[in-house]
């Protein structure tokens, strides 16, 4: 099988996809560990017998659907390459308008110690450990799932954030008496039952699914930054939960409550002051 041979097998196997041609050519390239260019410029090139079932394989499992990020075990999110494997959420471009409001009040406000509930693979801490390094800041991050935790070690390594403490804990039951200056969450907001795509079957359902209403996470989150006297919090949020924070918080006292918006237009997160 030559490289052009193999491009046309991976082409044909994921014609269901939307980019079959580049997916089959990015897997292919991993596969050979070259640069796509170095592809059409060795077109003719015939691969070893390892290569080809190596490629083969991986071109199988996309073309059930699994996410291509699982399947190279890496992920780009806020012009950085970050390690991502089955057992945390795949991170998507949206989140990172989340991250975008967080600089903004780190920096205004002057936050140095800042928790994060649900780190999943940790591109939200780290991020923003890396766009304040000049700051002393200090991340206290949870997780549930020591799946996720691990793929928050692994990036925690490699870029070198030693001001990250990662807990396997729900919510803030790692800290009972840490005062914190802001909270941050990309939580399941999911309503159960739900039925989703098949790509995102491949994602863990705890990072998804929020409750029988969807809500029931946020709401908790809301209420822990609260009791805890944390001043402000940053969620991301399902597009139709707008009306729910609302209510919600119409009785808590909050001096403001701000609703930011994807690149869709459509509500994707909201920012608490308390």
């Known amino acids: 099988m030559t490289i052009q041979e193999a491009i046309n097998f991976g ?68 012009h950085q390459e970050f390690y991502i494997s089955k057992g945390a959420l795949i991170p998507r471009p949206e989140t990172e308008i989340l991250v975008d409001m967080a600089s903004h009040i780190i920096q205004s406000k002057n936050c140095q ?18 766009l304040h390094k000049s700051k002393p800041l200090e991340f206290h991050a949870s997780d549930i799932s020591p799946e996720a935790l691990f793929n928050a070690y692994v990036n925690t ?31 399941p907001y999911i309503q159960n039952k739900t039925i989703l795509s098949k790509p995102l079957s491949f994602e863990p359902q ?38 729910s924070i609302l209510a919600f918080t119409k009785n808590l006292s909050v001096k403001t409550l701000e609703f930011y918006q994807d690149l869709s237009g459509l509500d994707r997160g909201f920012i608490i002051e308390f």
Not at 160 to 183: M, V
Request: aromatic share 12%; proline share 4%; charged share 20%.
């Open 11 to 78: 082409r044909n196997k994921l014609h269901l996809l939307e980019r079959p041609i580049l997916e089959s050519e990015i897997l292919l390239a991993f596969v050979l560990n070259k640069p796509r260019i170095y592809l059409h410029s060795h077109s003719f090139e015939t691969i070893n017998p390892f290569h080809q079932e190596y490629f083969k394989r991986l071109i199988l499992r996309r073309e059930s659907f699994e996410p291509i990020e699982y399947i190279l075990e890496k992920v780009s999110f806020y």
């Open 113 to 130: 110690n800042i928790a994060e509930i649900g780190v999943g693979s940790g591109i939200i801490s780290i991020t923003l450990a890396l």
């Open 157 to 187: 390594k490699k870029f070198n954030c030693s001001n990250i403490t990662l807990y396997n804990s729900a919510f803030l039951d790692f800290n009972s008496y840490k005062h914190f200056d802001l909270l941050l969450s990309n939580p």
């Open 206 to 243: 705890q990072a998804l699914f929020g409750g029988d209403r969807g809500d029931e996470i946020l709401h908790k989150i809301i209420a822990i930054a609260k009791v805890r006297n944390i001043p402000y919090v940053i969620c991301e949020m399902g597009h139709n939960q707008r009306n």
